[in-house]
């Protein structure tokens, strides 16, 4: 299962970094992507990092201001994100492929994934 740490209360322009972990399964071998949900909207692919090569990708929205990097050794994937707006304020979600390998084109469609962490709140005061 994916476990996922670090939501909560942050200010306008102020900083977070969420955790998704891994029990039971090497994460190293998934791609994992990134999602979030505010209310009323559609779950967004907010990041996605590759288990191959690395690549990194973000939508749009969050350029400049997200990173998503892998830990392997603490069998781990993070979202540093920076420089929050209120726009920002969703719940947020990591998820992994069950043997498949996504791109920049695929990683955003929520139907591409089978695991899925439990969700953490982001709250953006302003």
């Known amino acids: 299962q994916l476990v996922q740490s670090g939501g909560g209360l942050v200010q306008s322009g102020g900083s977070l970094r969420l955790a998704c972990a891994a029990e039971?399964?090497?994460?190293?071998?998934?791609?994992v992507g990134w999602f979030r949900q505010a209310p009323g909207k559609e779950r967004e692919g907010v990041s996605y990092?590759?288990?191959?090569?690395?690549?990194?990708h973000y939508v749009e929205s969050v350029k400049g201001r997200f990173t998503v990097s892998r830990d392997r050794d603490k069998n781990s994937v993070y979202l540093q994100m920076d420089s929050v707006k209120p726009e920002d304020d969703a719940i947020y979600y990591c998820?992994?492929?069950?043997?498949?390998?996504?791109?920049?084109?695929?990683?955003?469609?929520?139907?591409?994934?089978?695991?899925w962490g439990q969700g953490t709140r982001v709250i953006v005061s302003s």
């Open positions: 039971g399964f090497a994460l190293d071998i998934y791609d």
């Open positions: 998820a992994a492929p069950a043997f498949k390998d996504l791109d920049y084109l695929t990683y955003g469609d929520p139907a591409n994934y089978e695991y």
């Open positions: 990092i590759s288990h191959k090569n690395g690549e990194t």
